[in-house]
């Protein structure tokens, strides 16, 4: 019913900057909060950054001032500009999505995660 992909990750050198996309698509009426999750090996999935449909953010502490997340409501996109990043954030980043559907229908959906890599 919904889908969301997610492009942009890869390997960079610490400080160097990633831009994270997801694009939702399906039957969707409309998308409340999106935001991006992150897991590193061995540890438990975490909240990255999230934004509302009517603009509001928030961050996790250890990166704010670094990251961005914005949004195009009309592409039902969302994305994550990632500055000075460091070898801890290293991590596969996965997209979330709170939709309605056509149907009424209330459905969070998660993308397949993108790998970002920083060396050191």
């Known amino acids: 019913q919904v889908q969301l992909v997610e492009s942009g990750g890869g390997l960079v050198q610490a400080g160097g900057s990633l831009r994270l996309s997801c694009v939702a698509s399906?039957?969707?009426?409309?998308?409340?909060?999106m935001g991006w999750y992150r897991q590193a090996p061995g540890k438990q999935r975490e909240l990255v950054a999230h934004?509302?449909?009517?603009?509001?953010?928030n961050y996790a502490a250890s990166v704010k001032g670094r990251f961005t997340i914005s949004r195009d409501n009309a592409e039902n996109t969302v994305f994550l500009q990632m500055n000075s990043l460091k070898p801890e954030d290293t991590a596969v980043y996965y997209c979330?999505?709170?939709?309605?559907?056509?149907?009424?229908?209330?459905?969070?959906?998660w993308g397949q995660g993108t790998l970002v890599t920083v060396s050191s």
């Open positions: 399906g039957s969707i009426y409309s998308i409340n909060r």
């Open positions: 979330n999505a709170n939709t309605v559907l056509h149907s009424g229908r209330y459905l969070e959906v």
């Open positions: 934004i509302t449909s009517g603009g509001s953010t």
